[in-house]
């Protein structure tokens, strides 16, 4: 397979930001996160899946969580000022992001969300999320990806 630049890969790049892509082949529909993990080689709790999120006051909020993890929604809202959030509905995905299910990335949405990872993402060297696209995943450092995207890191899965 050969590397594809997506919205992600290139503001990495822009940024000079260290990272890696890896590719994995796929069919026409999402793969979830802990497959994808699998598929190249990395284990569920590096590589972390993107959800987007509403909170009471209408604010979109994006959380980044390991594959095999479930985002707490009251631990998610204290993380992100909110009273309380839900999952935005799969059909306002692309519109709100410009991404579509299984290749979310919190790297290039439409607007600069506020994004909050997972504070265990701070126990590896690197760690692994969608590159844009379903297929490609980039695995670089919790620091340079809190840097990307200005994030912050929180207790945010359920125990």
């Known amino acids: 397979?050969?590397?594809?630049?997506?919205?992600?890969?290139r503001i990495l790049e822009r940024g000079?930001?260290?990272?890696?892509v890896h590719e994995y082949i796929?069919?026409?529909?999402?793969v979830?996160?802990?497959?994808?993990?699998?598929k190249i080689g990395v284990e569920p709790e590096?590589?972390?899946?993107?959800l987007v999120?509403?909170?009471?006051?209408?604010?979109i909020n994006v959380f980044c969580i390991p594959a095999a993890a479930e985002l707490d929604l009251k631990?998610?809202?204290?993380?992100?000022?909110?009273?309380?959030?839900?999952?935005?509905h799969v059909a306002e995905l692309f519109g709100l992001t410009g991404y579509i299910r299984g290749g979310c990335s919190p790297i290039g949405m439409k607007k600069p969300y506020p994004v909050v990872i997972d504070e265990t993402a701070q126990l590896f060297?690197?760690?692994?999320?969608?590159?844009?696209?379903i297929g490609i995943i980039v695995e670089l450092s919790p620091i340079d990806l809190c840097t990307a995207v200005k994030a912050k890191f929180a207790p945010i899965t359920r125990e």
């Open 1 to 9: 397979m050969s590397e594809q630049k997506t919205n992600a890969v």
């Open 16 to 20: 000079k930001t260290e990272f890696t």
């Open 26 to 30: 796929h069919g026409d529909e999402a």
């Open 32 to 38: 979830d996160a802990v497959t994808a993990s699998s």
């Open 46 to 50: 590096r590589l972390f899946k993107t």
């Open 53 to 59: 999120t509403r909170g009471a006051k209408g604010a």
């Open 75 to 88: 631990k998610a809202a204290k993380a992100a000022g909110e009273k309380s959030v839900e999952m935005v």
């Open 125 to 133: 060297d690197k760690i692994c999320v969608s590159g844009g696209r």
